[in-house]
């Protein structure tokens, strides 16, 4: 599992080398990038907690040298204020428990509240719902580059540094994750639907996602694991070329605003079919690493946990209307803006984005 996250980490760098023009910008990528691929092979659960909070600092430097608009200030102290409130108890329970040793081997903590303190650090970049307030403050405020970096790369830290506590949870009480997950599931898809700015939805859309794979990671089944790593490899592709379509969208248009994406399929078949082909693969619709985790998790859901279907059900049914209403919304109307001057470099990598996700789909199916 870890492997193919370095290699969606060097994928979406390469996105980032091909569309982005500002040096500054992808020297920080390549710092961010170097980080997570070292987060990612660390045993040791002190450079585990090293690396994961060194990643923050050049999601700030971007945010703040590069973003837009004033309210990046606020953006930034909510990401520093969650990320040490939630990261402060880890370091008191590792000191005080002294684990010098292998994470594959600290099986002598005795107490779920130690547990529950180790889980919470990694739980803010998960996002689980209640701690993801710094999210789409940054992806709202933060460059296009950091939007792409926030969502393949940084929230699937705190994935892979559950990943490794996985085995812990069997010890201890997990029926406040899951009910946490689901609620981010329902909640999060709710508030796509009320949202006027489209990274805001893509943001939410963002919580969606990664609160099914807490949700799968929960349940501490086989299958279910498989379909939230699934989960976590579409997010990765699928997420990073929304706000890479959000972003440039930007760009051209200076809006974010939902009312104004309409005009695609008049503006530009290119860009409008590459747009359409990632909102269905964000609803889950086949053949998509989506779909498939999808599948693979509600098929095992029904055959053991058959409450939790009808809240499933409903997440499904939400997740799908909101992104065919973004799609319905940015393709149908007039011509809005000429988009045949866009660059090759813009909307080549969306191509080898689609295709690179579309390939994976098929692969594993």
Same mark, same amino acid.
């Given at each position: ?14 996105v980032i ?30 450079m585990l ?113 559950? +990943?490794? *506590? ?6 201890? #009480?997990?029926? $406040?994750? @899951?009910?946490?997950? %689901?609620? =981010?599931?329902?909640?999060s898809a ?121 809240? +499933?059900? *409903? ?6 209307? #909101?992104?065919? $209403?973004? @799609?319905?919304?940015? %393709?149908? =109307? ?32």
């Amino acid at each position: 599992m870890y492997i193919m996250l370095m290699f969606m980490s060097i994928f979406i760098m390469g996105v980032i080398f091909l569309s982005e023009k500002e040096n500054m910008l992808v020297y920080l990528s390549k710092i961010l990038l170097m980080i997570c691929l070292l987060f990612f092979i660390s045993t040791n659960l002190l450079m585990l907690y090293i690396f994961f909070e060194l990643s923050i600092f050049p999601i700030l430097v971007m945010i703040l040298g590069y973003g837009s608009q004033i309210e990046k200030i606020n953006s930034a102290y909510y990401l520093i204020f969650y990320a040490v409130m939630c990261s402060g108890p880890f370091l008191y329970v590792y000191f005080c428990k002294k684990f010098y040793f292998a994470v594959v081997y600290f099986f002598n903590i005795f107490s779920w509240e130690m547990i529950f303190i180790l889980t919470i650090c990694f739980m803010v970049k998960f996002p689980v719902y209640f701690l993801h307030l710094w999210l789409p403050k940054a992806h709202v405020e933060a460059p296009t580059t950091a939007k792409m970096l926030l969502a393949g790369l940084l929230l699937k830290l705190g994935t892979g540094g559950y +990943l490794r *506590l996985t085995t812990l949870m069997m010890y201890t #009480y997990m029926n $406040f994750w @899951l009910i946490l997950s %689901l609620v =981010g599931m329902i909640v999060s898809a709710f508030m796509c639907l009320f949202q006027s700015d489209a990274k805001a939805v893509a943001a939410f859309s963002s919580i969606v996602h990664m609160s099914f794979v807490l949700f799968g990671l929960i349940i501490l089944m086989k299958s279910t694991k498989m379909g939230a790593c699934l989960m976590m490899l579409s997010h990765g592709y699928t997420s990073t070329l929304m706000f890479f379509m959000v972003g440039e969208f930007f760009h051209k248009s200076g809006t974010r605003m939902m009312n104004y994406l309409s005009g695609f399929m008049a503006s530009s078949m290119l860009v409008s079919y590459t747009m359409m082909l990632v909102f269905l693969s964000n609803g889950g619709v086949p053949p998509t690493i989506s779909f498939v985790s999808e599948y693979i998790t509600i098929i095992s859901i029904f055959l053991g946990f058959k409450s939790l279907f009808m809240i +499933l059900f *409903l997440y499904f049914f939400i997740a799908f209307y #909101y992104s065919l $209403f973004i @799609l319905t919304s940015a %393709l149908m =109307g007039g011509k809005l803006l000429n988009f045949s001057l866009w660059l090759m470099s813009y909307t080549f990598p969306g191509l080898v984005l689609m295709f690179n996700f579309f390939w994976l789909s098929l692969l594993i199916g």
